[in-house]
């Protein structure tokens, strides 16, 4: 069975550029999460997914990041304009539906904003 | 709110003796706590978790942990190290009830020497 998979794995680009993020998730797993890890803190929530809707997206830091789930399959995580503050490791991860078990992880795309 | 905390930065020890990755949770409701692993250039990888009943749990590579209610501390540890278990280590709780969302710590880097 294929894990969570992420694309690109790294990406660097300028400020005020415009970057996509794509997860796609276990096959069957309605639930799908984005985090980001700025170097050395912790690992922050973003948002939450049950199959298309937003359940949870109070991790969002602005406005500049729109994430989407169409047909609640894969997912892509847009930021746009990019800024320094944006760098880090973001990652997707995925779970079963209704089910209390462990979210398993891509291997995060590290994104470099210069 | 919910909120981990994983005291060491880094933790080093020699291959053969044992190890104890620390952490210490807060969490308004019964706890779901996870260990999550980190080798370098992968991503995070799902190591043991805790739901109910005994205190201590095994999982992946010989690690287990202990469930202490009273202390709000889920440490992780092994018998005995290897080299190759160096990486970064990652605790993280969620309320076991409802869409909850994964609040992780900062992580610890386990340094394991020859």
């Known amino acids: 069975e294929a894990g969570v998979t992420q694309f690109p794995s790294h990406s660097v680009i300028e400020k005020g550029q415009t970057v996509t993020l794509r997860c796609d998730p276990i096959s069957g797993h309605d639930n799908l999460y984005w985090y980001r890890r700025v170097m050395g803190k912790e690992i922050k929530f973003l948002l939450h997914f049950v199959k298309e809707s937003k359940q949870d997206e109070s991790g969002m830091p602005n406005n500049r990041f729109l994430a989407e789930r169409t047909g609640g399959t894969y997912s892509t995580l847009k930021v746009q304009p990019a800024e320094l503050e944006d760098s880090g490791v973001y990652f997707c991860?995925?779970?079963?539906?209704?089910?209390?078990?462990?979210?398993?992880f891509g291997q995060g795309t590290r994104l470099t904003v210069v | 709110a919910q909120s981990v905390a994983q005291p060491e930065d880094q933790v080093n020890v020699a291959e053969g003796n044992p190890l104890t990755v620390k952490c210490t949770y807060s969490?308004?409701?019964?706890?779901?706590l996870f260990w999550y692993v980190q080798y370098p250039n992968r991503g995070l990888q799902f190591l043991l978790k805790y739901i109910t009943g005994d205190n201590l749990v095994k999982g992946s590579y010989g690690f287990e942990a202990e469930f202490n209610k009273s202390q709000t501390s889920f440490h992780l540890k092994k018998p005995s190290a290897l080299v190759s278990d160096s990486a970064l280590y990652f605790c993280?709780?969620?309320?076991?009830?409802?869409?909850?969302?994964?609040?992780f710590g900062k992580g610890t880097m386990l340094l394991v020497s020859p």
């Open positions: 991860a995925s779970s079963p539906p209704r089910i209390i078990t462990e979210a398993f």
């Open positions: 993280a709780v969620r309320l076991l009830s409802g869409y909850s969302t994964l609040t």
């Open positions: 969490v308004s409701g019964n706890p779901y």
